[in-house]
């Protein structure tokens, strides 16, 4: 199983910016992020696939994260500009052996291994 381990979560006020880091053991074929609220489902935010073209952003953070891997160090990033209130949550990263596509990106039993989450707090 792959061991996955985010870092760079903390706290910012809105319109800020942050940039979160999984550091995974091995090379996996698709990575993502996705966050949960107290109360909430967790749900994808981003994802990233060895197929080809295939990155997807939820619609309530398009425009304002970006989501990039280096194969070379393992390591799946996600930067956030412009940060609401309403993205406060744990943020989790999990990785796929299969090359997922968008249609299945952000399902998360398509996923083997999670990170422990690390928190992002944003105040108005």
């Known amino acids: 199983q792959v061991q996955l381990q985010e870092s760079g979560g903390g706290s910012v006020q809105a319109g800020g910016s942050l940039r979160l880091s999984c550091a995974a053991s091995r090379y996996t074929n698709s990575m993502g992020w996705f966050r949960q609220a107290p109360g909430k489902v967790r749900e994808g935010v981003a994802g990233?696939?060895?197929?080809?073209?295939?990155?997807v952003y939820a619609d309530s953070v398009k425009g304002r994260f970006t989501v990039s891997r280096d194969n070379g160090k393992n390591t799946l990033y996600l930067q956030m500009n412009s940060l609401k209130a309403e993205d406060t949550a744990t943020y989790y990263c999990?990785?796929?052996?299969?090359?997922?596509?968008?249609?299945?990106?952000?399902?998360?039993?398509?996923?083997?291994?999670w990170g422990q989450g690390t928190q992002v707090t944003v105040s108005s």
């Open positions: 990233i696939s060895s197929r080809a073209g295939v990155t």
């Open positions: 999990a990785s796929s052996s299969d090359s997922l596509s968008s249609a299945t990106i952000f399902f998360s039993n398509a996923y083997n291994s």
